[in-house]
C-alpha cells in the first residue's frame, strides 16, 4: 500500500511535499514547518532553468503519477513507496519536449495543451473520466495557483477564459514580476503550492508583487491564508506538490 496520496488539493495538513532540489532555503523552510521537504534531482535532460521542477518532471493525477520516461525522480518515489508510470516520449531541452508533464489535474479536470501534454497523460485522464479543459498555453501546471476546486489565480487571459466556462472563480493578475532566472518570468503556479486546505504556501513574499494585496484578499474570500516561505520576490521553482 502506498504511504502517500500526492493530490494538488490536500483535504488535511501536508506531511511531505515534493519540491525543487535547486533551492534548500525552500526545503529548510518547509522542514521548519514540520513538513517534510522531498527535493527532487536536476533532469539533464531539461533546459536548465527548468531542470529541477516537480511540474516539469511529474504529473500527479488523482492517484496516478506519471514521471517523464528515465526520469531520476523514479528514485525518490520508490523510496516513498508510490508507484508510478512514464512518460511514452522522453523529454527534450526545448519547447515542446519541455512541457510533457506540464498538466494541471483536480478535481474532475485536467487543464492541459492537448498538442503539448504526453499522449500518457491524455489516456490516464481519459481512463479516470476527467474533463480535459484545452488551453494553448503549454505550460498550465506552472501558469495557475489553485485555491480550491473552484477557484484559481492566473496571469494567463486564455486559460481565465477557459477556467470561467467551466464555472471556476478567477483572479486574473498582472504577468510577470515572478522570477525564473534563464528566462523573462515565471509563473504564479510555478511560485506556490497547498499546505492544508486553508493554507497556500508561496516561494518568495507578495508584497513584492503589484497584486499582492489582490491575492492576499481573494484567498481571504475563500477562506484560504497565505504562507510566505521566505523574504524577496516570488521566485518560480516549478510548484509545491503535496505528498499526502
Known amino acids: 500500500m502506498n504511504r502517500l496520496w500526492p493530490t494538488r488539493l490536500p483535504e488535511r495538513p501536508v506531511k511531505a511535499a515534493l519540491v525543487s532540489g535547486e533551492y534548500p532555503q525552500l526545503s529548510d523552510r518547509l522542514n521548519r514547518l514540520g513538513i517534510q521537504a522531498v527535493p527532487t534531482c536536476k533532469d539533464l535532460r531539461l533546459p536548465d532553468p527548468i531542470a529541477w521542477h516537480p511540474d516539469t518532471q511529474t504529473c500527479v493525477l488523482g492517484g496516478r503519477v506519471i514521471v517523464l520516461q528515465g526520469s531520476p525522480l523514479t528514485k525518490l518515489l520508490k523510496e516513498w513507496e508510490l508507484t508510478w508510470e512514464e512518460t511514452l516520449q522522453e523529454p527534450g531541452d526545448s519547447y515542446p519536449r519541455d512541457a510533457l508533464c ?34 494553448k498555453q503549454g505550460y498550465p501546471a506552472c501558469s495557475v495557483a489553485l485555491v480550491n476546486e473552484s477557484a484559481a489565480i492566473t496571469a494567463d487571459q486564455g486559460i481565465a477564459a477557459q477556467l470561467e466556462r467551466y464555472s471556476m472563480t478567477v483572479l486574473h493578475i498582472s504577468p510577470g514580476y515572478i522570477r525564473l532566472p534563464g528566462y523573462d518570468t515565471g509563473f504564479i503556479g510555478g511560485c506556490c503550492g497547498k499546505l492544508a486546505a486553508d493554507k497556500l504556501a508561496f516561494a518568495g513574499c507578495l508584497d513584492r508583487h503589484p497584486d499582492g494585496q489582490r491575492i492576499r484578499d481573494f484567498l481571504k474570500t475563500h477562506g484560504v491564508s497565505a504562507v510566505e516561505l521566505f523574504d524577496g520576490e516570488l521566485v518560480d521553482v516549478g510548484g509545491i506538490l503535496p505528498l499526502c
Not at 112 to 134: C, F, K, Q, V, Y
Open 102 to 135: 506540464n498538466v494541471l489535474v483536480w478535481d474532475r479536470f485536467a487543464l492541459g495543451n492537448p498538442r503539448t501534454a504526453d499522449a500518457a497523460i491524455i489516456s490516464a485522464a481519459e481512463d479516470m473520466g476527467l474533463s480535459w479543459i484545452p488551453v
